[in-house]
């Protein structure tokens, strides 16, 4: 079977549903716009989303086929996102992740202060911090729609929002996404090149 590399993303059901989704599609373009089989999807355990309520969005990457794309939920991912920090305390973010593993977080929030709510912290290579809702100009909770509901139309374009920047940060240490094939596959061109350029990372 081809190796795949996984990624999943976490964020808030609803307001953050949109930017879920378009962070998911944002990093499996920019992989296929270097060859990659690819695929972007939502956690369908976790739906129908509500409220606040946390969710997980995925991506998958692989130099083949994917075998496994009827599996729904990514089991071993090395690369995790979170959109809302607060995701962190109470819930095992890095489920699976195979040690070596990538976290990238939208906080304002030290390296320290994330890695002290992390109790498996030692699965981790790397930890990059990016306020990504400040270079988004909002608080990052603002994109409530129905558009992932049944009947429900994309009327927005890809990563207006924080999914930009978390899109470039993510490239910081990631090889999978790079940053001008991640810029070209995202609407806030701008947000992902700030995304990369203040992102701080702590090699662990």
């Known amino acids: 079977m081809a190796d795949v590399f996984e990624v999943t993303i976490w964020c808030r059901g609803v307001i ?14 920019a992989a296929a716009k270097d060859g990659k089989f690819v695929q972007a999807w939502d956690n369908y355990a976790d739906l129908p989303d509500r409220v606040q309520v946390p969710l997980r969005k995925y991506c998958r990457v692989s130099d083949e086929e994917i075998e496994m ?22 819930i095992d973010i890095l489920r699976g992740m195979p040690k070596g593993g990538q976290l990238v977080v939208n906080t304002k929030r030290s390296a320290d202060e994330i890695l002290s709510l992390i109790p498996n912290k030692d699965l981790l290579s790397a930890l990059v911090l990016v306020d990504a809702t400040g270079i988004a100009g909002g608080t990052g909770l603002e994109s409530v729609d129905f558009m992932g509901s049944e009947g429900g139309v994309e009327a927005v374009s890809v990563a207006v929002g924080i999914a930009a920047p978390l899109c470039g940060a993510a490239t910081k240490v990631c090889d999978k996404f790079k940053l001008d094939h991640v810029v070209a596959s995202a609407a806030n061109k701008a947000g992902v090149k700030e995304g990369a350029k203040t992102a701080v990372v702590k090699t662990l």
Do not use: C, F
């Not at 953050?16 to 373009?29: P, T």
């Not at 794309?69 to 090395?78: A, H, I, S, T, V």
């Not at 995790?80 to 305390?89: E, F, P, R, Y």
């Open 16 to 29: 953050q549903d949109m930017e879920g989704r378009h962070l998911s599609l944002v990093l499996a373009n």
């Open 69 to 90: 794309r009827y599996l729904y939920e990514n089991d071993n991912p090395q690369l995790v996102l979170v959109m809302d920090d607060t995701i962190i305390k109470g």
